[in-house]
């Protein structure tokens, strides 16, 4: 009798989504902890909580 696996069933991103999310974050990062980027804090948080959100939005849903 085989058994069925339960919990998450997570796939991988598509590749553009994948280099959205790590574009996002980089972009939250940086503007974060430097000066190179002229953004608020709020805005720099807010960015790089996006592309994780995206990232994760992305493992759970499929062809996303």
């Known amino acids: 009798m085989a058994r069925?696996?339960?919990?998450?069933n997570l796939s991988a991103p598509k590749v553009i989504t994948y280099i959205v999310a790590v574009a996002l974050m980089a972009f939250?990062?940086?503007?974060?902890?430097?000066?190179?980027?002229?953004?608020?804090?709020?805005?720099?948080?807010?960015?790089?909580?996006?592309?994780a959100v995206l990232l994760a939005i992305a493992n759970l849903l499929k062809d996303l």
Do not use: K, Q
């Open 4 to 8: 069925r696996r339960s919990g998450l």
């Open 28 to 51: 939250g990062i940086i503007a974060y902890y430097t000066d190179l980027i002229d953004v608020s804090v709020d805005t720099a948080f807010l960015t790089l909580a996006a592309g």
